[in-house]
């Protein structure tokens, strides 16, 4: 019998029901609540044919255990994604493009990161199993769907994974805010992985003197510095635009 656990939130749920509809057991509902939101899911849930419970708040509040849930919650089935970086990469047939994560302690951060990452094509998401948050409710949550959908790949030591990672031909690309330089004048490589130190603290030492460069965001502004999930997005939406414009090329 397959692994079950609960998705809590509107945005995560209705996602669920246009995406997977299949894999939801079913979807429970604050019995007081019947404002236009939740009359659209309910109606997306039946057309879906996907079993409706409408309940008590109290007990949305027990199973939420303290999470914001928003009066809906779901039982789902969990998916089984790939859980190494060989299994992922082995299977690949194009170039790869990866999001390397050093010590990310925010569950939203991460989340965020899942989202960036499932809306640009990447195929893993890899952090070490230390110092760093994991897979939390939190961050299902705020992925809205993109933690069944990325592998996230948590490893013991980061540094090893990724010289093995370089071993395979994949460039690994880290930001800095004094790299030499400049994202908007950088080749990126067919296959590449982006590496995000911490919130605070940036990546480690080892992390890296591990990448093959450093590259910096831009900016225009009195701001420092950008959120990781911002940074993330914005060099894997070059790296989209610059892979596909030489995609165009070749034509």
Known sequence: MAATRLIFGFHAVVSRLRQRPDSIREIYIDAGRSDQRTRNLTSLAESRQVRLIFCERDRLEKMAGGRRHQSVAAMIDQAALASSIDDILDAL???????????????????????????FGVHAVIAPKDRAVGLTAAVYQVSSGAAETVPYIAVTNLARTMRQIKA??????????????DLNDFHIHDSVAWVFGSEEKGMRRLTRETCD???????????????????????????????????????
């Open 213 to 251: 460069q450093l590259v910096r965001i831009p900016m225009q502004g009195g701001v420092e510095s950008l959120n990781v999930s911002v940074s993330a997005g914005i060099c894997l939406f070059e790296t989209l635009r610059q892979h596909s414009k030489t995609t165009a090329g070749t034509d």
């Open 93 to 119: 047939t194009g170039p790869a493009r990866l999001l390397i994560l050093d010590g990310i302690q925010d569950p939203h951060n991460l989340g965020a990161c899942l989202r960036v990452a499932d809306a």
């Open 168 to 181: 395979r031909d994949i460039w690994l690309v880290g930001t800095a805010d004094n790299a030499e330089h």
